[in-house]
């Protein structure tokens, strides 16, 4: 049941899921093979990914061609989940990818940071989509209360994405003003995500998810067994799981953070997403010390087995 076209069934199926920022499967040369990406795509999705964020940054979206997004939401579609395409500067692609089968696209911040330019930079993606968009604060170009805003109010903006890292007064405040519109929040905030559900998040769209994503859905359904029961076991389990999810972020989003897609690869690779071809991100920060590798999987490791208690 891909391409869900009504905004209110589609922020229905996000809501209390977790949809994975999907790395994009590339060998060293930056080549991808769509079979292997399509199947990662299914086995996040048999891992209980909710939904599929494809072309995002974790995808490494900004380097790839239209051409090659749009076949990597097709194959993305194929699998019942919501999909959701991330989109910047490039209207071209934004155009495409309503019609590859994406649900809604993840937009950007854009590198002018004026105000109206910010708002022109949102319509011009919605006028040429026809899609819902998601608003993402991210933490690199974080926008101003007021940017932030003027965005949330647009009439395509349907969800909100939060991604502030390590500032949560930015993250609380933020997502007190989506949900004060009526909008769903899905958090990005790999590094706060026990807290930013604590905040107000009704889900996830985060690249934790882009490997060992049964520990991303392990928090998000802890938390919405422990809000919709009030029982003090689910609150006391979720509280266990956020640990754990600290844990794999810990060793996963740190200096170099954006060394973060190749620590995701490495764990994907383990649990015998990727193979070991497919497992290289090229983009990679040129300090980012292979010899992590086998810390990440180790602790990843014990984590998963810990969700599974």
């Known amino acids: 049941m891909g391409n869900t076209r009504n905004v209110a069934e589609l922020t229905g199926r996000l809501r209390w899921s977790v949809v994975a920022a999907a790395a994009t499967p590339m060998r060293a040369d930056g080549s991808t093979d769509p079979n292997v990406c399509a199947a990662y795509f299914g086995q996040l999705v048999r891992g209980g990914a909710g939904g599929l964020a494809i072309a995002a940054h974790t995808g490494r979206g900004d380097r790839l061609s239209v051409a090659t997004k749009s076949e990597l939401v097709r194959r993305a579609a194929t699998f019942g989940v919501p999909v959701l395409a991330g989109v910047g500067d490039d209207l071209e692609w934004a155009a495409a990818a309503g019609p590859a089968g994406a649900d809604a696209l993840l937009v950007f911040p854009p590198s002018a940071t004026d105000p109206d330019a910010v708002v022109a930079h949102h319509e011009a993606i919605a006028a040429a989509s026809g899609l819902p968009l998601v608003a993402f604060d991210l933490y690199t170009r974080p926008h101003s209360p007021e940017t932030l ?111 973060y897609v190749q620590r995701m690869m490495w764990i994907a690779a383990d649990e015998g997403l990727l193979p070991d071809e497919f497992s290289v991100d090229p983009y990679r920060p040129a300090e980012l010390d292979d010899a992590e590798r086998d810390e990440v999987v180790r602790v990843v490791r014990q984590c998963r087995d810990q969700v599974r208690r």
């Open 149 to 259: 805003g003027r965005v949330l109010d647009l009439p395509a903006v349907c969800a909100f994405k939060p991604a502030r890292l390590h500032d949560a007064i930015a993250c609380q405040e933020t997502i007190a003003a989506a949900r004060s519109r009526g909008l769903l929040v899905l958090t990005g905030e790999d590094r706060m995500l026990g807290a930013s559900l604590m905040w107000g998040a009704e889900g996830a769209l985060i690249g934790l998810a882009a490997a060992a994503v049964q520990i991303s859905v392990a928090a998000v359904e802890t938390f919405a067994a422990a809000v919709h029961t009030s029982a003090r076991d689910a609150a006391a389990r979720f509280l266990e799981v956020s640990a754990i999810v600290d844990e794999v972020s810990r060793v996963t989003f740190r200096p170099p953070y954006d060394g």
